[in-house]
């Protein structure tokens, strides 16, 4: 048989240098930007686990493709059948068997990053984030509901947990410096937690597809110190209007309540 005459040695050392010459071109790349957020760098470390990963598995079946298409090429003139091959037990048990660690590895250290983000500090601030076709707006719990209207300010180094309401269709909070991304749902409060790490002006983009504006769905992200924070927050004019805080009454984590006993209250 074939199998036997394999040179294992150099198919694995050829696996060993495209893998490890497409995971150094690949983590070159700086491919989310800015890290702006305590979750970035985390996330980042994932995504180059999972190029080098990824690296692996293209690089053996590259290699495995490469050799096959050469080794066992026919002969001109060669009209015969193949050999006919019946099952590998060995090899099907690895090939089983390796995809699943990998699978399992990979998922068990996203729960650990994603337990990590999520993990909420006593001295968080919670900030509420409405959306609406097309546009965005946030009310301060904190500050008696205080309103601002496509322009969200937070303070630096300080835990925020958005929750996050949707009043139509579904839209998505994306910053894509602090990579957190959450779905706004309509019904259901859904949360992010993110701590910003950098003072500076960032995009919050929708990057869910709702309607003919959702490319413009947009609004300006303003990370400032506490005290400007503070300042800025005490200038609101405006309080959270009563039919967005109905959704805030409304919508509750778990248990969604009828709608119709919200409106009724
Ligand atoms: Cu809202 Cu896309």
């Known amino acids: 048989m074939f199998t ?25 790349i700086n491919w989310d930007g800015a890290e702006d957020s305590t979750a970035a760098p985390k996330i980042d470390n994932l995504l180059n686990i999972m190029i080098v990963l990824s690296s692996i598995v293209f690089a053996i079946v590259v290699v ?13 003139g060669d009209e015969s059948d193949g050999e006919p091959i019946h099952g590998n037990t060995r090899l099907e048990i ?21 337990n990590e983000i999520e993990e909420t500090d006593p001295n968080h601030m919670t900030v509420s984030v409405f959306s609406q076709q ?21 303070p630096v180094n300080r835990q925020i947990v958005f929750k996050m309401h949707s009043q139509d269709v579904i839209h998505s909070f994306w910053v894509p410096q602090w990579r957190i991304k959450k779905d ?27 309607g003919f504006g959702h490319a413009s769905m947009r609004a300006k992200v303003i990370v400032q110190s506490q005290s400007a924070f503070d300042k800025w927050v005490e200038g609101l004019k405006e309080k959270v209007p009563p039919d967005l805080m109905v959704s805030v009454k409304q ?15």
């Not at 040179?7 to 983590?27: D, E, H, N, T, Y």
């Open 64 to 76: 495995a493709l490469a050799y096959a298409l050469i080794a066992f090429r026919a002969k001109p």
């Open 251 to 265: 919508d509750t984590e778990t248990n969604p309540e009828p709608l119709e006993r919200a409106v009724a209250e």
């Open 94 to 114: 690895a090939w089983t068997l390796i995809p699943t660690i990998i699978v399992l590895f990979s998922g068990g250290w996203s729960w650990k990053v994603l």
């Open 134 to 154: 097309y546009a965005w707006s946030f009310g301060y719990p904190g500050k008696e509901y205080a309103y601002s209207q496509g322009v969200l300010h937070v």
């Open 184 to 210: 706004n749902v309509p019904g259901i409060t859904t949360t992010a937690v993110v701590t910003p790490t950098k003072t500076g002006t960032y995009q919050l983009i929708c990057t869910e597809l709702c």
């Open 4 to 28: 036997n005459r394999l040179p294992i040695a150099k198919l694995a050392g050829a696996v060993v240098a495209l893998a490890a010459v497409i995971s150094a071109v690949m983590l070159s």
